[in-house]
């Protein structure tokens, strides 16, 4: 189980429902990331309901749509609060809709104030918990993940290669192998099937708990070698392969927070915005998107579930639609571009 500082979800430690279901969860295994998220939401909601005068364990529907107006940035006071994102929103609706049906298990309450969206029962029916709510009480806007342009990625790959030889090696392989930032510091040594440069991501490592593998370029095969040599007269044992390199925490595995911020820093320096662990995934699968995967190669490699997970990548790859609408329309697009970019056009 994950030991969590209760310090730091000081609505929590002192709510015996909310504190036992996040024990709970941590019996049954959840990972850290998870834990933690859970315990910010709904110290945040119990924040805001002891705020409001109200006990969380009976708060009603009523009460939950004024923390939804809180969350979109409204007060009741007139204080305005900082507006949290679509998906931010979504997400600590989805903690306190957790943490009730835990109520409800438990018999502390009858029901779960926060809507679900409508779903089919078994009977192919749809059910719904409240009528005026089948799609929850948010809309979930559905957003393509921001990735570099050309330019950018250049300045980028520029920057990093005046790094040293562990952080490209974690660029390279965090880009070659589309990989989460948990899978990345994670690796082992046994992952490697060096012979043919290939990785083996474990399912507890993973997201989804989903196993897979993934490839490299033979030239940081090279690097890797390399790496690992050094690596090896620091610490002998097969253990996880990047290791830190600050004074601190010398020889320690580098965490997840601590690549994070060297990316941040790395972006930063190169000039490049909004650039973070998972654009290198995300620039991966489109590229391997625009190289002509189909669907379900590209689902594999990634590691997801669900295959409409990976169709942004063939959306952010244009490749698809710029197939369509060339066969669609390729006689009227060419009318058109004659008549406006033809030599004897009017020039701007």
């Given at each position: 189980?994950?030991?969590?500082?209760?310090?730091?979800y000081p609505n929590v430690s002192e709510n015996p429902h909310g504190r036992s279901w996040l024990v709970?969860?941590?019996?049954?295994?959840?990972?850290?990331?998870?834990?933690?998220?859970?315990?910010?939401?709904?110290?945040?909601?119990?924040?805001?309901?002891?705020?409001?005068?109200?006990?969380?364990?009976?708060?009603?529907?009523?009460?939950?749509?004024?923390?939804?107006?809180?969350?979109?940035?409204?007060?009741?006071?007139?204080?305005?609060s900082r507006r949290s994102s679509n998906a931010t929103m979504q997400q600590y609706l989805t903690v306190i809709r957790l943490w009730y049906d835990h109520l409800v298990y438990q018999d502390i309450r009858e029901s779960n104030p926060v809507p679900r969206g409508t779903y089919l029962n078994v009977s192919g029916r749809s059910d719904t918990?409240?009528?005026?709510?089948?799609?929850?009480?948010?809309?979930?806007?559905?957003?393509?993940?921001?990735?570099?342009?050309?330019?950018?990625?250049?300045?980028?790959?520029?920057?990093?290669?005046?790094?040293?030889?562990?952080?490209?090696?974690?660029?390279?392989?965090?880009?070659?192998?589309?990989?989460r930032r948990e899978e990345l510091v994670n690796l082992r040594v046994t992952d490697f099937d060096f012979a043919h440069r290939l990785i083996r991501i474990r399912p507890e490592t993973t997201k989804s708990s989903v196993a897979r593998v993934v490839c490299y370029a033979a030239v940081a095969g090279t690097a890797l070698t390399e790496y690992l040599d050094y690596r090896h007269r620091i610490d002998k044992q097969a253990g996880l392969v990047f290791i830190s390199e600050s004074h601190r925490?010398?020889?320690?595995?580098i965490s997840k927070w601590s690549w994070s911020k060297t990316i941040e820093r790395l972006a930063k320096q190169a000039g490049v915005i909004g650039f973070s662990t998972h654009s290198l995934r995300h620039l991966r699968l489109t590229h391997l998107a625009q190289a002509g995967w189909k669907l379900h190669e590209l689902s594999a490699y990634a590691g997801h579930r669900n295959p409409q997970t990976t169709l942004m990548y063939l959306h952010l790859s244009g490749t698809d639609l710029l197939a369509r609408m060339t066969e669609a329309i390729r006689y009227t697009d060419a009318k058109i571009g004659v008549a406006l970019f033809a030599e004897g056009a009017r020039n701007l």
């Open positions: 189980m994950a030991n969590l500082v209760w310090e730091r709970l969860l941590g019996n049954l295994g959840r990972a850290d990331a998870t834990l933690d998220a859970y315990a910010r939401g709904l110290s945040k909601y119990l924040g805001f309901c002891l705020c409001l005068g109200v006990e969380a364990e009976t708060a009603t529907l009523e009460h939950v749509s004024l923390y939804v107006r809180h969350l979109h940035g409204d007060a009741q006071d007139g204080n305005m918990q409240h009528p005026g709510f089948s799609r929850g009480l948010l809309r979930r806007l559905k957003v393509l993940p921001a990735i570099p342009s050309e330019d950018d990625w250049k300045k980028l790959v520029e920057r990093v290669a005046q790094e040293g030889l562990r952080n490209r090696l974690m660029f390279a392989l965090a880009y070659y192998g589309a990989l925490n010398f020889g320690q595995p």
